[in-house]
């Protein structure tokens, strides 16, 4: 399994960016894609998931400013962050298992990365 994240960067507080995680080597269309983040010193905390289905589930620090997606025919995971503060700034990972799971410790499989700075 191969999960590669893009799209992250420097930004100021207050803008969007859109994140990209392109999957292979899983049957994406049947699997439950995630998004987790990781700040410095902070454990790898649960962002947002997305069943097969396209049933959605946030995690609490969202605050409805993030929206997760999915374009099965791309195998390709989206996550459009929103109202950016300087709390967001982590390390931003995609994941993908057979149900969504809010406990990263029982992911299956991760993909590398991708750096989110806000500056206030």
């Known amino acids: 399994v191969q999960l590669q994240a893009s799209g992250g960067g420097l930004v100021q507080s207050g803008d969007s960016l859109k994140l990209t995680c392109v999957a292979s080597?899983?049957?994406?269309?049947?699997?439950?894609m995630h998004w987790f983040r990781q700040a410095p010193g902070k454990e790898r905390e649960f962002v947002a998931g997305i069943t097969w289905a396209e049933s959605k589930v946030y995690g609490d620090s969202v605050n409805y400013r993030f929206l997760i997606s999915r374009d099965n025919a791309k195998n390709t995971e989206y996550l459009q962050m929103n109202s950016l503060n300087p709390e967001d700034t982590a390390v931003y990972y995609c994941a993908a298992d057979r149900i969504i799971r809010r406990d990263p410790s029982l992911i299956s499989s991760w993909g590398k990365g991708t750096q989110v700075t806000v500056s206030s």
């Open positions: 080597g899983l049957s994406f269309s049947t699997s439950a």
